[in-house]
């Protein structure tokens, strides 16, 4: 996991959603325009409960009767959606966004609204809250950001720091005579604070992300081994060195709890590594 980066503000939030309103027609935009003040404010607020580390004190939307016109800013491809959602791309360093940056897997083909547009349609085009994400991420998500007491669910990946912790494990597991590894991910507190564990713990748990690393963990495994033996047969003489220089390559554009460096590493540390490696020679 690693951190996305957020806009710059220059052209402000703000003067990007008015791009988006100005390119829609009647009944839209006289509405929008009807309402910009309410607007303006809630945009005001978004980032003053964001730089306050309190995003969960948003409050109700208060343009609720307007939804239809604000989500219309949302669903209907125009020009100006698109360029806000390649600035949000090419803020990003590269290879940052190969992966949906909630679980690691997959592509990021969609964009999450961190909250919910059904309940904040003011938010449909605001850059701080449309964050890349892959679909079964985003479908798991929904609206559900907030649990019973009123916490948020998912980490945001603009605005929350990802611990710098090593808080994902892994266990490889080889049951004989069945041919392949696998593997059993957890977590643990490794030095957090209790309110980034309880974040962390809850997006892994309402994601299910610890069942679908195990899930894809086979066939990622194999490539690695297959990398391996490749790197073997051209003349590569330390195979673990060159696992775990892939597992830092990993790391560093994924983050040290990206599950395929932290796979990499477990690998790299096995004893029984070079024997996995020479079945695919």
Same mark, same amino acid.
């Given at each position: ?157 603009? &605005?929350? *720091?990802?611990?710098? =912790? $090593?808080?994902?494990?892994? !266990?490889?597991?080889? +049951?004989?005579? @069945? #041919? ?64 775990? &220089?892939? *597992?830092?390559?990993? =790391? $560093?554009?994924?983050?040290? !709890?990206?599950?395929? +460096?932290?796979? @990499? #590493? ?16």
């Amino acid at each position: 996991m690693r951190n996305l980066l957020a806009l710059g503000n220059n052209p402000t939030y703000l003067s990007r959603y008015v791009a988006i309103r100005d390119s829609k027609q009647a009944p839209v935009r006289p509405v929008l325009v009807a309402h910009h003040a309410a607007i303006s404010d809630r945009y005001q607020q978004l980032l003053d409960r964001a730089a306050d580390d309190e995003l969960e004190a948003i409050g109700n939307s208060p343009l609720l009767a307007i939804r239809s016109q604000l989500r219309a800013c949302y669903d209907g491809k125009t020009l100006s959606l698109l360029a806000l959602k390649k600035a949000i791309k090419d803020a990003q360093p590269q290879r940052r966004l190969k992966y949906c940056p909630y679980c690691g897997t997959t592509k990021s083909e969609t964009h999450d609204h961190y909250l919910p547009a059904t309940r904040f349609p003011e938010f449909a085009v605001n850059g701080l809250n449309l964050v890349p994400c892959c679909f079964r991420c985003n479908t798991i998500k929904d609206d559900d950001w907030l649990d019973g007491d009123g916490r948020r669910r998912f980490v945001h990946f603009y &605005l929350d *720091a990802i611990p710098d =912790a $090593d808080f994902l494990k892994v !266990a490889l597991l080889v +049951a004989p005579p @069945l #041919r392949g590894v696998g593997a059993r991910f957890s977590i643990e507190q490794a030095g957090m604070d209790d309110d980034d564990w309880r974040l962390i713990r809850s997006h892994f748990d309402r994601l299910h992300l610890l069942e679908r690393y195990g899930e894809d963990a086979n066939d990622e495994i194999a490539e690695m081994l297959e990398a391996g033996a490749a790197y073997l047969q051209t003349g590569g003489m330390d195979v673990r060195a060159f696992l775990l &220089l892939q *597992a830092g390559n990993s =790391a $560093d554009v994924f983050g040290r !709890a990206n599950w395929r +460096a932290v796979l @990499l #590493r477990a690998l790299a540390g096995h004893p029984d590594v070079e024997d996995w490696i020479a079945e695919f020679s």
